[in-house]
């Protein structure tokens, strides 16, 4: 089975079932590579928050956001 055919799959199953299969995805990396990815996204969500709290980052409400996202997507 080819990872498009299994993409489409995954994509059709419930929203708990993905969910499971994404927890169970992510237990399946290494360690090592669990903790490097979870140490870039700490390193960036701090980067983030400083940049909010310096006045260089703006903050959008999610309403806002995915309105705008639904709108991209449908062209």
Do not use: N, Y
């Not at 993409?7 to 992510?26: F, G, K, N, T």
């Not at 590579?33 to 996204?41: C, D, L, N, P, Q």
């Amino acid at each position: 089975m080819s990872t498009t055919a299994i993409q489409d799959e995954v994509l059709r199953l419930p929203a708990p079932q993905r969910a499971q299969l994404i927890d169970r995805l992510w237990a399946s990396l290494s360690s090592a590579e669990v903790k490097a990815r979870e140490a870039a996204w700490a390193q960036e969500s701090e980067r983030r928050i400083d940049a909010l709290e310096a006045g260089q980052l703006q903050a959008r409400d999610a309403q806002s956001v995915f309105s705008g996202l639904r709108r991209d997507v449908r062209g």
